[in-house]
């Protein structure tokens, strides 16, 4: 490896998004374990920022969170971002995710908790 590559821009960038902090701490550490560039956010707003001014090659988000659900994350970073790939993850599958998908939206979804293999492989296979 040269002097000037830098292993962490050729890992993809991902953002974990989710309310609870010990949880998106969590799926931050895992992920950086599997060779992602993995960034941990509590707040939905600072994520869709974030993602605007410098897009992720995925993200990861709960669905359930105040001020702005996954869904509405996910919709709003499809629209600014069409190339992010989008996994969202909840306890609470049901309602949300239908009235998306009645809307003509369709995620990946995957129920918590989940085995850290299998995300790494759900996000592995978007």
């Not at 799926?27 to 960034?39: E, H, K, P, S, Y």
């Not at 605007?52 to 709960?62: E, L, Q, R, T």
């Not at 939206?105 to 850290?116: D, M, Q, T």
Request: net charge negative; charged share 25%.
């Amino acid at each position: 490896m040269s002097e000037t590559e830098n292993p962490v821009e050729s890992r993809p960038r991902i953002f974990v998004v989710d309310d609870e902090l010990e949880i998106a701490k969590m799926l931050t550490v895992v992920l950086q374990m599997n060779l992602f560039d993995a960034i941990a956010y509590t707040d939905p707003h600072e994520a869709l920022e974030a993602a605007k001014a410098d897009p992720p090659d995925y993200m990861v988000s709960d669905i359930v969170m105040p001020g702005l659900t996954g869904i509405e994350l996910a919709i709003r970073v499809r629209a600014e971002i069409p190339m992010c790939k989008i996994l969202l993850f909840t306890g609470h599958i049901g309602a949300p995710i239908e009235e998306a998908k009645a809307s003509g939206h369709s995620f990946n979804l995957v129920e918590k908790p989940i085995h850290p293999t299998k995300l790494v492989e759900s996000i592995q296979n978007l």
